[in-house]
Nanobody, 120 residues
Framework: EVQLVESGGGLVQPGGSLRLSCAAS????????MSWVRQAPGKGPEWVSS????????HYADSVKGRFTISLDNAKNTVYLQMNSLKPEDTAHYYC?????????????WGQGTQVTVSS
């Protein structure tokens, strides 16, 4: 069974930091590109960041560039999102997603997400 389990969300004051974790199981983590996507109340999903399956290539939305860092630990089958200098507009439900490529076909998996609230 494919599972992506996010953790690390919570309430933080503006300017604070949080580190989100996403523990993966049930698929080949080392063959998968990983992403974080967020959705704020009343808004559509927003892609935040991605990392390739080797951890060599990272990409960020302009809204988080310079503040967020994505990384992965293949030994632990876990992807992280370090979030610094948090702003109220970062408040959202954060989802972990995986794109596993097998034989030229890509399979997409999603976790249940973790809530991040930035407020004083």
């Amino acid at each position: 069974e494919v599972q992506l389990v996010e953790s690390g969300g919570g309430l933080v004051q503006p300017g604070g930091s949080l580190r989100l974790s996403c523990a993966a199981s049930g698929f080949t983590f080392g063959s998968s590109d990983m992403s974080w996507v967020r959705q704020a109340p009343g808004k559509g999903p927003e892609w935040v960041s991605s990392i390739d399956n080797r951890g060599r290539s990272t990409h960020y939305a302009d809204s988080v560039k310079g503040r967020f860092t994505i990384s992965l630990d293949n030994a632990k089958n876990t992807v992280y999102l370090q979030m610094n200098s948090l702003k109220p507009e970062d408040t959202a439900h954060y989802y972990c997603a995986a794109d596993e490529t097998i034989g030229g076909r890509t399979y997409n998996y999603w976790g249940q997400g973790t809530q991040v609230t930035v407020s004083s």
